[in-house]
């Protein structure tokens, strides 16, 4: 297991011996705050964009449910006609950047977030660490009346008119302490500058999110059966910020026969990563398996039947409402 493995097993189990990080969340909140002042005091550049901008991200490191509240936003964004574009870092792609996403772009390049929203909406979208670039090379290939910024929330550089932060209720702030001792990119306290939408099965504000499970698909042609058989035992493969929360929806589905294969959030793949010493059929999320793609047109020989569980963002009517007053004072109207 690696480091960064270990560590974010530690955060999820909140292990004591995180103290011992204290030193080193104290230098990452010197850092943090210095460059915070830096942005708003005038001394670095801040980037206007010239169309609206908004932030979805969390104050968390790891799984929020940020990526399917995002997609769920651009569907219903394109539905009401909005011409909305995205950007993204591209954490773990390889770059170059900024690049333009599409369809067949490789998750290995692009990063496996970007691949997923796209490959489930067709937005335009581009990736790339300096986001000022990225929008400029997205509104030279399009016209569009609002970008969303995939996390970025702590990019100062960037000026956003809009921000939505995900809290997952389920897993919550840990022991609300800083990177590393804990896993807060920033304090709770951010929370009240923000429009908060809670994640959670259980709401207990309007603005809330659950994940709607839906049925089970195969990824590959396999020699195994192409029916899903959640009595079956099976290979769990997965790379996910909190792994947790699949394991909580296999139950959901009645899967609890399994051998559990982690790996850390944007895992780089390889086949040997899929190989096990059973032929059970691997069951996976639909993050991971944009890379299972490339790997599969790779090893054509690869046969062992792979099941992907989509997940869909429900949002709370009042979610939709706040989003229409927001856009309306950014001169974006929906009806």
Not at 175 to 181: A, G, H, S, T, V
Not at 234 to 260: D, E
């Amino acid at each position: 297991m690696s480091l960064a493995h270990r560590i974010q097993d530690a955060w999820n189990k909140q292990s004591s011996w995180l103290i011992m990080l204290r030193p080193l969340s104290w230098l990452y909140q010197l850092a943090f705050y210095t460059n915070k002042s830096l942005y708003k005091s005038g001394i670095k550049q801040v980037y206007q964009a010239p169309i609206p901008i908004m932030v979805v991200g969390n104050i968390t490191v790891g799984g929020s449910g940020k990526t399917p509240l995002l997609i769920q936003l651009v569907k219903y964004l394109q539905q009401h006609n909005v011409r909305v574009g995205v950007i993204s870092r591209g954490y773990g792609g390889q770059g170059p950047f900024p690049a333009l996403v599409n369809a067949s772009s490789n998750p290995n390049e692009i990063g496996d977030e970007p691949a997923l929203i796209v490959q489930s909406t067709h937005v335009p979208m581009s990736v790339g660490p300096n986001r000022q670039e990225s929008i400029e090379l997205l509104l030279n290939s399009e016209q569009l009346d609002l970008i969303i910024s995939d996390d970025g929330l702590q990019h100062w550089a960037l000026a956003r008119q809009i921000e939505w932060i995900v809290v997952d209720q389920n897993r919550g702030l840990g022991n609300e302490k800083l990177l590393p001792e804990g896993y807060l990119r920033e304090p709770k306290s951010r929370l009240v500058e923000s429009t908060v939408i809670e994640h959670t099965k259980t709401a207990h504000s309007y603005r809330n999110m659950h994940l709607m499970t839906g049925k089970p698909y195969l990824l590959n042609a396999s020699e195994q059966s192409n029916v899903f058989d959640a009595d079956q035992y099976f290979n769990v493969v997965v790379g996910i910020g909190f792994p947790q929360r699949f394991y909580q929806t296999l139950q959901g589905l009645g899967v609890h026969k399994y051998h559990s294969a982690e790996f850390k959030d944007h895992h780089n793949y390889e086949i040997n990563d899929l190989i096990f010493a059973n032929d059970s059929p691997i069951i996976t999320t639909e993050k991971d398996a944009v890379k299972f793609k490339t790997l599969l047109q790779q090893n054509p020989e690869f046969k062992t039947a792979i099941w992907v569980v989509p997940v869909e963002a429900v949002l709370s009517a009042d979610c939709y409402d706040l989003l229409k007053q927001q856009l309306q004072q950014v001169g974006i109207q929906l009806p």
